[in-house]
């Protein structure tokens, strides 16, 4: 009887742990709430997945839009004129779109020989550059000295392009990675040497290898020095390279400002990666959107980077970090030989509070504002903040585009008012509402004012609003607003859809009258309850049992029931403790297929992770798989719950109309 007893209260002890234990980890950030910006300027960004690039205030509101028939792949950036300049999708091409939404000029890199991604760079001469990859065979490989375990590599490299005609451009100058190559693997070849003694080469054996060797992620331009900033994922190091040289001049180690033709001037983040230093010396993991922080700003000419923390030893979170490189007035990099570059450590390094509430595993980026303060995006949440070189944040906004659950952005930008960003009409206010019954009518309010000219008179009109729920506004349009007059209010009545377990998202344009260029576009979001499901957590359940041998004989000698269904029956059926554990994706697969609570969810993962991980709408990952493999092209859900992830072959990879051949391997759930 005593020993019943104990067995249910170790029992009931375990189920306490695991209910605890199945709480889901949001990948959302820190809940601050949104403040007007201590900037005085505009963000401009494009989400990924929308053809629409946002220009958004300090409050938080729409002030323009440029539409395009492309998604980003990934950047974007303004002129002063208010076009833009941006990536597109497929890895093809760059396009200007003019402030009015005229394609003014594309360009397209794409053949079986190289192919744009990721980032760009507008220079002041006019040009752009881009970063392409530069394919090469297996065989070319092998010549230039790789070890052919590695399965082949296809490098990166750097054009300048100079457009001429709406659909034209000359290329003025390159770089490619290929053309500083060094290794230490075979005798026989050129580039034959010993890698610590030339930090300003590229180790082709070096890093994952593969279809993507380096990973470039992004460029920035320094006109001070006439030099080039590359972060460069895959080594997590940022290299500068000599942009004075000529072509042909890049493709050799003599020529340029720096003497050293298209060398590498300075390198930092992994001293590993040229034999400076042990893995304890790596800063950077995975890192995106390195820069030089802007004339006029605090701690102009350092090198800021958002450090993703891919694979960081200390655990998963992000950080954004600044760096004083040791360059003299001529744009010379100093190294002691026989030691890696300098500096030591970081000059300044944000975290949150608490390190994991900031962790984007991938995209992300970060800018010095001229206040001192640095502007941050993470995201793979869509979430922009504003912090004080204190860590303090005084200012938040979280991306709606295209949806609340779609929301991610590669990186934003900062400009000043000096740009031709004008308007008379502006609109504030945040319209939400959170766990809403069905069919209720629901309140809330706007303001619209005149921020024009002393006396000058604006009509304005609400021009569109959501088609889902029944609304009224008052008032609806209004003319004659002057800025004296001060702000007036827009009071919104909802009537909610009739509908449970839903989110609802959309926006409220309201126009100039007299100027349709000149708009503010409002955020809306409407749910109605949700009702989400108790995930058994079998992978605590699983360590539990492997840990306290009385505890795994106490449930192996029991039974429980459990209400996962069996291939072709609906029938109950008794099941091991560690069967549950292996049913687990079958039962989210069930959740996914027969619940409509829980369409949405997104199955991923992450660039060089061994995981894949399933999310549901609410950003809450309910589930994750490993690998043994790190490249994944992509991710396919059973219905048995088993996975099924396309991995690089372990040779050159063959590319079929764009596309690339891969290996098939099949995870069985939890096993």
């Not at 331009?221 to 997590?236: A, G, K, P, R």
């Not at 890696?340 to 991938?362: C, E, F, G, I, R």
Request: charged share 20%; proline share 7%.
């Amino acid at each position: 009887m005593k020993k019943n007893i104990a067995e249910k209260k170790i029992i009931f002890f375990v189920t306490i742990i695991l209910i605890t234990s199945s709480m889901p980890l949001t990948l959302s950030m820190i809940n601050e709430a949104k403040t007007p910006g201590t900037f005085n300027g505009y963000i401009l960004f494009c989400p990924m997945g929308s053809t629409t690039t946002y220009l958004i205030d300090t409050t938080g509101n729409v002030r323009h839009t440029w539409p395009s028939s492309s998604i980003p792949n990934y950047s974007v950036y303004a002129y002063e004129n208010g076009s833009i300049v941006r990536t597109t999708d497929d890895n093809k091409g760059v396009e200007i779109i003019d402030w009015n939404g005229t394609v003014v000029w594309q360009f397209e890199y794409y053949s079986t020989q190289h192919m744009l991604h990721h980032d760009i760079k507008p220079l002041p001469n006019g040009n752009i550059l881009m970063i392409a990859y530069d394919y090469k065979t297996f065989e070319e490989a092998i010549e230039a000295g790789l070890n052919p375990s590695s399965g082949g590599v296809t490098p990166d490299q750097i054009i300048e392009v100079r457009p001429t005609g709406p659909t034209t451009g000359d290329i003025v100058w390159e770089w490619h990675a290929w053309d500083h190559l060094i290794q230490d693997f075979d005798p026989t070849k050129e580039n034959y040497g010993v890698v610590a003694d030339h930090p300003e080469l590229i180790d082709i054996n070096y890093g994952l290898g593969g279809w993507d060797w380096n990973h470039m992620n992004s460029i920035d331009y320094n006109e001070e020095f006439d030099q080039i900033l590359l972060s460069v994922h895959t080594f997590s190091e940022v290299w500068v390279i000599d942009h004075s040289t000529t072509t042909e001049a890049a493709s050799g180690h003599t020529g340029g400002r720096s003497g050293k033709g298209g060398d590498l001037l300075y390198r930092w983040g992994n001293p590993a990666a040229y034999r400076a230093g042990t893995p304890s010396d790596q800063k950077f993991f995975g890192q995106h959107d390195a820069s030089w922080i802007d004339p006029g700003c605090p701690g102009a000419g350092d090198i800021l980077v958002f450090n993703n923390g891919f694979e960081r030893p200390e655990g998963p979170y992000s950080s954004v970090d600044e760096i004083v490189p040791p360059v003299n007035d001529t744009g010379h990099y100093f190294l002691e030989p026989g030691s890696s570059y300098k500096p030591d450590k970081q000059v300044w390094v944000y975290t949150a509070k608490n390190p994991t509430d900031l962790h984007s595993v991938w995209f992300s980026g970060a800018q010095r504002l001229p206040s001192g303060n640095t502007l941050i995006c993470s995201g793979q949440s869509g979430y922009f903040f504003e912090v004080t070189p204190n860590n303090q944040i005084v200012w938040n906004y979280t991306n709606p585009y295209p949806d609340p659950q779609n929301n991610l952005v590669f990186k934003i930008r900062y400009y000043t008012t000096g740009f031709p960003f004008t308007s008379d009409l502006n609109c504030e206010g945040s319209l939400k509402w959170t766990k809403i019954p069905p069919g209720s009518t629901q309140t809330g309010t706007f303001t619209v004012k005149n921020i024009g000219e002393s006396h000058s008179l604006l009509d304005w009109t609400i021009e569109s609003y959501p088609t889902w729920g029944t609304w009224t506004f008052t008032p609806s349009n209004g003319t004659g607003l002057t800025p004296e007059m001060g702000m007036i209010t827009v009071d919104v009545t909802v009537t909610a859809p009739d509908k449970k377990n839903k989110d609802f998202t959309g926006e409220i344009k309201i126009v100039n009258s007299q100027d349709n260029t000149d708009f503010n576009i409002l955020p809306i979001s409407l749910s109605t309850p949700i009702n989400k499901p108790f995930i058994f957590n079998g992978t605590v359940l699983e360590r539990l049992l492997h840990a306290f041998p009385l505890l795994r004989k106490l449930f192996h000698d029991s039974t429980i029931i459990s209400s996962v269904r069996s291939s072709g029956s609906e029938e109950p059926r008794k099941k091991n403790p560690i069967d549950i554990v292996r049913t687990h994706a079958n039962t989210l697969a069930q959740y996914m297929s027969n619940n409509d609570s829980f369409k949405g969810y997104t199955l991923f993962s992450p660039e060089y992770s061994r995981y894949s991980y399933l999310m549901n709408n609410n950003k809450i990952i309910v589930h994750s798989w490993k690998s043994n493999y790190t490249d994944c092209l992509g991710n396919y859900l059973l219905e048995n719950g088993n996975l099924v992830r396309m991995v690089l072959p372990g040779v050159n990879p063959t590319f079929l109309g764009g596309g690339i051949s891969g290996r098939v391997e099949v995870d069985e759930g939890m096993t």
